[in-house]
């Protein structure tokens, strides 16, 4: 039987990537990703992580080295945060290009400046368009069940992209939960053991990472854009499979009250916990207030979010990360460009909060659903109509 | 000088690795290196490339050079590619998921790649230890993007970013030393090599095959259009390089220096600089002032080596011949087909 441990989250995520067999783990440490990779350095001075464990100096290496490990045929891990992102970000896009299918678990920082050590999405904001599969999980649970699913996703044959994991750091990094840790007659059969088809090896030599030309540059791009939105079945077949064995049920937009309500807050990550309690909350109030929690953020699932959200007289966007000099929030520009064009679509209000490990509360979602509800009668929102939550006037 | 060097090409692998059909310049000598490093390396083994010059002669999708497996992620990064595959397939390896043989891990990149953008990636695969050769083919300056200079670039040369300018002419440093940097992370191996002398080049390769832990090559490639110099002439450029003591053949096996190729006297350097068009701006004392210096560093390379006494004069070494063409370039003409 499975059990149910109260345990780090970094630590259930490092006991994850050792159950999964992962032949080679490259990563350099930056706050608040360390406690993951403290235990998996543990893990293989024991000897319980039967893989290599590379000591890269910069995260740009870390990158590089899980790509020359992932195309040698090793199952590859890596993890980062923010700045770490950041220096490696030249990679991100080649990694995925290259169709390799590692795992990463991105434990979201704000990125400087200032700098901030906290917790924010403006990291995974400057790689969303880099062609990997990107999800965003809300506990500790979660983040040890997306271990598995990640790697079973991405080793597909017709997935072989990345899958980044986005976690939330500190709030979910550095918290003790309770987490079901499974055993291995569980796990058994979910995660085949790694078997690529095309690898570095002198018995069939191959070339990767050709260079292409303006006459075949486009063409690499839309075989890339097609494939990554093509994985969307396989991610559900990964997490369905997964459900049916742990009952534990993952879609890529998570409804809580969404069918009757006016008005839907949106969110992604931990977030969505304190904003279900704050939904709740309302509800005993009477209030028709929904939750739709983001968890597939890349490939963008249009049609389940517009089915979820279709009804609602109002969305209420939660940001993480300012795209400055543009739309406001990432997310909100997202949801408004999904539901264009659609009959009479939900006004979209687009706040920007939580930056730099600001405290969101349930009281903040009170009031952003309060004043949203009293300026819908009032105000317009545009396409670049949006508010930085919270922030204080500087006098 | 033994004519068997001249000769040495075809001793080597009638198997091309490096196939051709690639773009390079006519005349790269980096090219005609890579050619034999490939064939010393044989089959049993897989590269990490960075990006520069031999990168883009190679793999314009869907064609390749490459009769061996080769990947290319980055500019700054082949040590690290290299140590990951190294990593992943030493892993591979124990947990039985590859066969048991040993597969040489080899990175190779210019001297841009090396000894500047890729200097950290290098500095912490060397540290690490991981078993891989790494060679770095240096022709001077960043010339897959139109020459401009690198940290590799000899002291004089006129590049697109060192130009010959009013107030400045040519490059104002010295060029970066690889070998001492390498070195200093106390690898087992580090040896240079050039396309002039093959039957060295490939006993290095060789070595560094065999060498547990990491090695490094670094190999002069001359660049006819960089260099400003004909395309029949790079081969005989290296061979000058080597023969004036600008880019001396030599070893560092185990902490342990040894001269590969000794030589009796130095050709004087004006032989070789005159030739190039990147020197055409060079001023007599800046000429003086890189022969006072090939002269030193020459001598303290003989120290390291032991084959001199720490008494002598620098200035002994040279040549006492200032004009004329050396013996050994004159047989390498004659050899190659060229007019005397």
């Known amino acids: ?37 403290e235990k998996l350095s543990e893990f293989a001075a024991d000897g319980q992580l039967d893989g ?195 009952g534990r ?42 939750l739709l929690e983001l968890r597939l953020w890349r490939p963008f699932p249009f049609e389940e979010f517009s089915r979820a959200a279709a009804g609602a007289q109002r969305l209420i966007v939660m940001d993480r990360a300012v795209s400055s000099g543009g739309p406001g929030g990432p997310v909100a520009s997202e949801i408004r460009s999904a539901l264009y064009g659609i009959n009479n679509p939900p006004r979209v209000d687009s706040y920007i909060i939580g930056l730099g490990g600001r405290n969101v509360t349930i009281q903040d979602f009170v009031e952003m659903v309060e004043k949203t509800e009293a300026e819908s009668a009032l105000s317009p929102v545009t396409g670049s109509t949006y508010e930085i939550f919270g922030a204080r006037e500087h006098h | ?120 990636a290098l500095s912490g695969a060397l540290e690490r230890g991981h078993d891989f050769l790494y060679v770095c083919y240096d022709n001077e300056a960043y010339m897959n993007t139109g020459v401009q200079r690198s940290s590799a670039t000899p002291f004089g040369a006129v590049t697109t970013t060192s130009p010959a300018g009013r107030v400045n002419s040519g490059q104002l440093t010295w060029k970066k030393n690889m070998m001492r940097i390498t070195a200093a992370h106390d690898i087992p191996y580090a040896a240079t090599a050039s396309p002039s002398h093959p039957l060295d080049l490939v ?28 395309a029949e002439d790079s081969i005989q450029l290296a061979r000058l390089a080597v023969e004036t003591g600008i880019f001396p053949l030599y070893e560092i096996d185990k902490g342990k220096h040894r001269i590969t190729m000794n030589l009796e006297k130095l050709v004087p350097v004006k032989q070789y600089l005159k030739k190039q068009g990147r020197f055409r701006r060079l001023s007599p004392e800046m000429m003086e002032e890189i022969q006072e210096r090939v002269c030193k560093e020459w001598q303290e390379l003989r120290e390291k080596a032991e084959q001199i006494d720490p008494s002598a004069g620098a200035d002994e070494a040279l040549s006492k011949e200032q004009e004329g063409e050396t013996e050994a370039a004159k047989i390498f003409r004659v050899k190659a087909g060229a007019p005397v």
């Open chain 1, 1 to 37: 039987m499975a059990k149910r441990i109260g345990m780090e989250v970094s630590i259930a995520a490092a006991e994850a990537v050792k159950q999964a067999d992962v032949d080679v783990v490259a990563a350099y440490p930056i706050t608040p990703q360390t406690h993951i990779v």
């Open chain 2, 203 to 230: 006993e290095k390769v060789k070595k560094g095959m065999e060498t547990e832990g990491p090695a490094y090559l670094h190999v002069l490639s001359p660049c006819p259009p960089g260099w400003g110099i004909a």
């Open chain 1, 249 to 290: 049920h993952y879609r890529p937009v998570e409804e809580l009250f969404c069918q009757d309500a006016d008005t839907i807050i949106v969110s992604m990550g931990s977030l969505s916990e304190t904003a279900a309690e704050a939904v709740k909350l309302m509800r005993d109030q009477g209030e028709k207030v929904g």
């Open chain 1, 52 to 246: 290599e464990y590379v000591t890269v100096e910069s995260e740009h290496s870390a990158m590089s080295v899980c790509i020359g490990s992932q195309a040698s045929g090793a199952r590859t891990f890596t993890s980062t945060s923010s700045q770490g992102l950041a220096l490696m970000s030249e990679l991100v896009p080649i990694v995925s290009a290259l169709r390799l299918p590692l795992v990463m678990l991105l434990v979201n920082r704000s990125l400087s400046g200032p700098l901030s050590i906290w917790n924010d999405h403006s990291d995974v904001m400057s790689i969303r368009d880099s062609g990997c599969i990107q999800l965003f999980v809300k506990n500790g649970q979660e983040v040890y069940d997306h271990v598995f699913i990640g790697y079973r996703i991405a080793e597909k044959e017709n997935v072989l992209l990345p899958v980044i994991i986005n976690m939330d750091g500190f709030i979910l990094s550095h918290t003790f939960e309770p987490v079901e840790i499974m055993t291995p007659d569980e796990l058994k059969g979910y995660l085949p053991p790694y078997q690529p088809k095309y690898t570095l090896h002198p018995d069939h030599p191959l070339t990767m990472g050709a260079y292409a030309t303006p006459a075949l540059y486009t063409e690499a791009k839309k075989a890339h854009d097609e494939v990554l939105k093509a994985s969307y079945p396989s991610i559900l077949e990964a997490w369905n499979s997964w459900g049916k064995r742990t």
């Open chain 2, 1 to 120: 000088m033994s004519d068997a060097n001249v000769y040495a090409v075809k001793t080597l692998t009638s198997k091309e690795y490096f196939a051709p059909g690639h773009r390079a310049c006519s005349g790269c000598g980096q090219a005609v290196a890579v050619r034999m490093v490939q064939k010393a390396l044989g089959r049993n083994i897989v590269m990490a490339s960075a990006t520069g010059c031999m990168e883009v002669v190679s793999s314009p999708f869907p064609q390749s050079s490459w009769e061996v497996p080769w990947i290319h992620v980055a500019f700054e990064n082949a040590a690290a590619v290299a140590s990951g595959i190294e990593a992943g397939l030493k892993a591979q390896r124990r947990k039985g998921k590859i066969d048991g043989r040993k597969i040489t891990v080899v990175a190779m990149a210019g001297d841009g790649g090396t000894a500047d953008i890729g200097l950290q």
